[in-house]
């Protein structure tokens, strides 16, 4: 028995009618980055602390192609408060809370495409700066070092590091230069 279909955006397969064309809903799709420091090569995402500038951006997707967003009003917001906003605002930049929060949540809306509004959000760690001490392998006269990770900093040179030599242990301490209010420390077996 053969099946034919008279829907001329259909194809017969195995006797059922199926669409040419699938419709994917709207998906918009947000990216990130924290303007802190993390040493070359470091293979994760630099992650911000309190204070440090975040720039996000979104683009849509439907049906598989990036949608220009030019003629749409988009707004951002960084937890309830409204950070930024109008035709074809695809960027924004938010701070990272000073107020001893864990995350920072930043939210985009788009409230007319389509049959009504899109909105995507993003949970971002908000973390402390940190300093890894290792114990050097050569006999140099440096038997320490340090490498701060996630720092509102531009390089190590804005870090003053002070050590403590106990008996058993090192401890590294590390403040920015520019803000006392960011530090670190961590301790070693000697």
Request: aromatic share 10%; net charge positive; glycine share 6%.
């Amino acid at each position: 028995m053969r099946f034919f279909t008279t829907i001329p955006w259909a194809v017969a397969v195995a006797g059922i009618a199926l669409p040419l064309f699938s419709y994917a809903a709207p998906e918009l799709v947000l990216s990130w980055k924290a303007n802190s420091y993390v040493p070359k090569g470091y293979m994760g995402k630099a992650l911000p602390i309190a204070g440090t500038r975040v720039s996000t951006s979104v683009i849509m997707l439907e049906n598989g192609k990036i949608i220009s967003l030019t003629p749409y009003d988009i707004y951002w917001y960084a937890g309830e408060n409204r950070i930024a906003g109008g035709k074809g605002r695809v960027t924004a930049e938010a701070i990272a809370p000073i107020t001893g929060e864990d995350t920072v949540e930043l939210r985009v809306n788009i409230p007319k495409y389509g049959n009504g509004a899109q909105d995507a959000f993003v949970t971002i760690p908000v973390v402390r700066p940190e300093i890894i001490a290792v114990k050097n392998a050569s006999q140099s006269q440096k038997k320490f070092s340090t490498t701060p990770y996630f720092w509102n900093i531009l390089s190590p040179a804005d870090l003053t590091i002070t050590w403590d030599d106990n008996r058993d242990t090192v401890t590294a301490r590390a403040s920015n230069k520019n803000n006392a209010l960011e530090f670190a420390q961590t301790t070693i077996s000697k």
